[in-house]
Antibody
Framework: QVQLVESGGGVVQPGRSLRLSCEAS????????MHWVRQAPGKGLEWVAV????????YFGESVKGRFTISRDNPKNTLYLQMNSLRAEDTAVYYC??????????????WGQGTLVTVSS | DIQLTQSPSFLSASVGDRVTITCRAS??????LAWYQQQPGKAPKLLIY???TLQSGVPSRFSGSASGTEFTLTIGSLQPEDFATYYC???????FGGGTKVEIK
């Protein structure tokens, strides 16, 4: 069965960096685009970033552009989110999600359980 | 950027009620719209994609429709497990609507 397991969350000071990981299993990871989505406490969903199946194409939401980087290691079945210059408003549960297919404009058919990132001094 | 206006933001209903949630796009998005359900403390779950296609395993009481830039999620007969928050998402830029929380009347 498809499983996505995030890790790497925690408490970090403003301005510092953190890297999240998402380990995938139960499907051919290298053939699917992957996303990160976040949800601030008590708020709605916010799309963060997408990476193509081969890692060649990456797109970001406006609020994280220039600060966050998305990458993947297909042999290791792992997705990453490198978060730099963190701000209090980046505090959220971060979910990784699988696109329904390798291309774009596909919905997110599987989600991880999420990992909480708290940015606070 | 294409904006989504989801309404209502809050809905109170009873078991067995028919419920309708609307999502309006600021410009045409073809049928690139999905609906998700999120239970408290859980990850979202895909219900409908391509505006009206039911995701595998989702009960048939859920349905989606589209008319121009207005999209609708309908729950035919609300069940206890359906009390949750629902989000629409446009798939051109992956933007989510603001959410609709469905609570028990």
């Amino acid at each position: 069965q498809v499983q996505l397991v995030e890790s790497g969350g925690g408490v970090v000071q403003p301005g510092r960096s953190l890297r999240l990981s998402c380990e995938a299993s139960g499907f051919t990871f290298s053939t699917y685009a992957m996303h990160w989505v976040r949800q601030a406490p008590g708020k709605g969903l916010e799309w963060v970033a997408v990476i193509s199946y081969d890692g060649d194409h990456k797109y970001f939401g406006e609020s994280v552009k220039g600060r966050f980087t998305i990458s993947r290691d297909n042999p290791k079945n792992t997705l990453y989110l490198q978060m730099n210059s963190l701000r209090a408003e980046d505090t959220a549960v971060y979910y990784c999600a699988r696109a329904q297919s390798g291309g774009y404009r596909h919905p997110f058919d599987y989600w991880g359980q999420g990992t909480l990132v708290t940015v606070s001094s | 950027d294409i904006q989504l206006t989801q309404s209502p933001s809050f809905l109170s209903a009873s078991v067995g009620d028919r419920v309708t949630i609307t999502c309006r796009a600021s410009q045409g998005i073809s049928n690139y719209l999905a609906w998700y359900q999120q239970q408290p403390g859980k990850a979202p779950k895909l219900l409908i994609y391509s505006a009206s296609t039911l995701q595998s395993g989702v009960p048939s009481r859920f349905s989606g429709s589209a008319s121009g830039t207005e999209f609708t999620l309908t729950i035919g007969s609300l069940q206890p497990e359906d009390f949750a928050t629902y989000y629409c998402q446009q798939l051109n830029s992956y933007l989510f609507g603001g959410g609709t929380k469905v609570e028990i009347k």
